[in-house]
């Protein structure tokens, strides 16, 4: 489980195809504080310490990871947002994040507005339905407040330079591709309330 609240980002220095998948080996600051099996979101994408050495931490990312989330874009020198596994009784400054990615979306623009920056980004249409105004979504592992929900699935942020500045947002262009999930919360609700053998619609 994670808050959404990156610590910091880390650079691919290496990507090693492998059966089903690939190995990524990332030069993480906080990588001294990691042991086998420890997990990491990266990029909201939570994944599985199997190596440490020095501030490199390896990871192994199978196929329909690199399918369903933005990792697979991921080539050496790429920056990544970090995040270690909520602890017990630390500060919970985000909303619940699972690092499980929903989908990919895309940036669908940028705007420098003061020393904000006010950015849209397009998720899968039928995902909005887990979306509400002033409501929480993780987008590439950030914890972030919805603004506006805007026509075709379009959704509105206003990001902070201190976000901006400590996330790979700073890296974002209209067309990147970025990792999604949606709140937790609102799909339990769904389930909950949805008629008894009814499923939602695909997404």
């Not at 989330?69 to 020198?77: D, F, I, N, V, Y």
Request: proline fraction near 4%; hydrophobic fraction near 40%.
């Amino acid at each position: 489980m994670f808050t959404g609240i990156v610590e910091c980002t880390g650079t691919v220095v290496k990507r090693t195809p492998v059966e089903k998948g690939a190995r990524y080996t990332i030069d993480i600051p906080f990588a001294a504080e990691l042991a086998l099996g420890d997990s990491v979101a990266v990029n909201g994408c939570c994944l599985t310490v199997d190596r440490v050495e020095g501030t490199h931490v390896e990871f192994d990312l199978l196929t329909q990871t690199m399918r369903v989330t933005s990792l697979g874009c991921l080539t050496e020198g790429s920056l990544c947002n970090l995040e270690r596994a909520m602890g017990t009784g630390g500060r919970f400054g985000g909303h619940l994040v699972m690092g499980h990615v929903d989908c990919t979306g895309s940036v669908v623009s940028i705007t420098p507005i003061g020393q904000d920056h006010m950015v849209r980004i397009r998720i899968p249409e039928q995902l909005t339905r887990y979306t509400i105004d002033k409501g929480s979504i993780t987008i590439d592992g950030v914890s972030l407040t919805i603004a506006a929900i805007h026509p075709g699935g379009e959704l509105e942020f206003w990001i902070t330079p201190h976000t901006w500045q400590r996330t790979i947002m700073h890296c974002y262009e209209a067309g990147s591709v970025v990792d999604i999930e949606v709140d937790m919360i609102a799909k339990y609700v769904e389930k909950m309330f949805r008629p008894e053998g009814r499923e939602p619609a695909a997404n």
